[in-house]
């Protein structure tokens, strides 16, 4: 699965459980960091930990295990590192607060969500 397969799957799976304001950024050519930054807000930390489990789980039965994840017990911001995809599952206040948008933008905003790609 290439990165941007993978990250058009997170996106699905995020949508699935109603995360508000999806932001897939394409950092590849400015940062060795990974190829895909994601980033989505949930309303309350049940969300946020359900959206982090279903992410988890889509990925784990295409075999793809995290390096890491970290924040999942406070739930106010997830971040969850597949190598190639970094996905942020932040709470709508944290995700003000932090503004991980503006610090990457610099970055390719791109669209991963079917109905825009036809």
Request: hydrophobic share 40%.
């Amino acid at each position: 699965m290439t990165p941007k397969e993978m990250a058009k799957l997170v996106v699905q799976t995020l949508e699935d459980r109603k995360a508000t304001d999806i932001k897939v950024i394409n950092i590849e050519k400015i940062s060795a960091l990974a190829d895909y930054f994601i980033i989505a807000s949930g309303s309350n930390h049940s969300q946020v930990q359900a959206m982090a489990d279903h992410v988890e789980e889509a990925l784990g039965r295409l075999g793809a295990e995290p390096k890491s994840i970290e924040g999942y017990r406070a739930a106010n911001w997830i971040l969850m590192d597949y190598g190639d995809i970094i996905l942020h599952i932040f709470d709508e206040e944290n995700r003000l607060f932090y503004d991980i948008e503006r610090i990457w933008r610099d970055g390719t905003p791109e669209s991963l969500k079917e109905e825009e790609q036809q």
